[in-house]
Nanobody, 124 residues
Framework: QVQLLESGGGLVQAGGSLRLSCAASGSIVNINTMGWYLQGPGNKRELVAGITSGGSTNYADPVKGRFTISRDNAKNTVYLQMSSLKPEDTAVYYC??????????????????WGQGTQVTVSS
């Protein structure tokens, strides 16, 4: 099995910073794209930022210039550095990853895995 474990959420004042981490573990052969999504109360899950295995990144317009996504392939970990936080950034943040893994039967397959979510609350 594969698991994604997130950490780093919390409460911060507007203008502050937080760094989220998400570490993948388990039966991993290779990790392709990794990303961060957010979901506010009553809203759909939305892309915040993504990063390919080669390091190419993309960001949602509201976070451009404030958030930075990065990854450490040796640690199977993706990060989200959030700066100049605003109250509207308040949400549960989820990481995901497209991972090449294998079954106990020896077959290989790619699947998308999600972390459990971490709450980020920005007070005004």
């Amino acid at each position: 099995q594969v698991q994604l474990l997130e950490s780093g959420g919390g409460l911060v004042q507007a203008g502050g910073s937080l760094r989220l981490s998400c570490a993948a573990s388990g039966s991993i052969v290779n990790i392709n794209t990794m990303g961060w999504y957010l979901q506010g109360p009553g809203n759909k899950r939305e892309l915040v930022a993504g990063i390919t295995s080669g390091g190419s990144t993309n960001y949602a317009d509201p976070v451009k210039g404030r958030f930075t996504i990065s990854r450490d392939n040796a640690k199977n970990t993706v990060y989200l550095q959030m700066s100049s936080l605003k109250p509207e950034d308040t949400a549960v943040y989820y990481c995901n990853a497209d991972i090449l893994t294998y079954s106990t039967g020896g077959s290989y397959y790619t699947a998308r895995y999600w972390g459990q979510g971490t709450q980020v609350t920005v007070s005004s």
